[in-house]
């Protein structure tokens, strides 16, 4: 989760509406996903910690989705998972 007034990027990012609920960021050149803002909550953006220059300038807090993980797959940190969305995600 960030504020869009932090992300920075070489240019404005594609915009598609991917539900009846949201977009999804990505880069217009390489069609890269890096973000998505749904209507319920627009101050709020979840992006791909892949699609950033330094990941690990920006620790986690906490997990989402955990319940659809891959089997073979856990996080070495003891932040709360959650099954599906954080706790605090309005208009569901």
Same mark, same amino acid.
């Given at each position: 989760?960030a ?9 404005a ?6 539900s009846? =609920?949201g977009? %999804?960021?990505?880069?217009? #050149? ?6 998505v803002q749904?209507? /319920?909550? +627009?101050? $709020? ?6 699609s950033l220059?330094?990941?690990d ?8 989705? =955990?319940?659809? %993980?891959?089997?073979?797959? #856990? ?9 599906? /969305?954080? +706790?605090? $995600?309005?208009?569901?």
């Amino acid at each position: 989760m960030a504020d869009s007034a932090r992300l920075a990027a070489a240019g404005a990012p594609a915009k598609r509406k991917s539900s009846p =609920f949201g977009e %999804r960021w990505f880069c217009a #050149d390489c069609g890269t996903q890096l973000a998505v803002q749904v209507d /319920f909550q +627009p101050e $709020t953006i979840d992006f791909t910690i892949a699609s950033l220059d330094d990941p690990d300038a920006l620790a986690p807090t906490f997990h989402i989705w =955990f319940g659809s %993980r891959v089997s073979w797959f #856990d996080t070495a940190d003891s932040f709360p998972r959650h099954e599906k /969305f954080r +706790p605090d $995600t309005r208009g569901l």
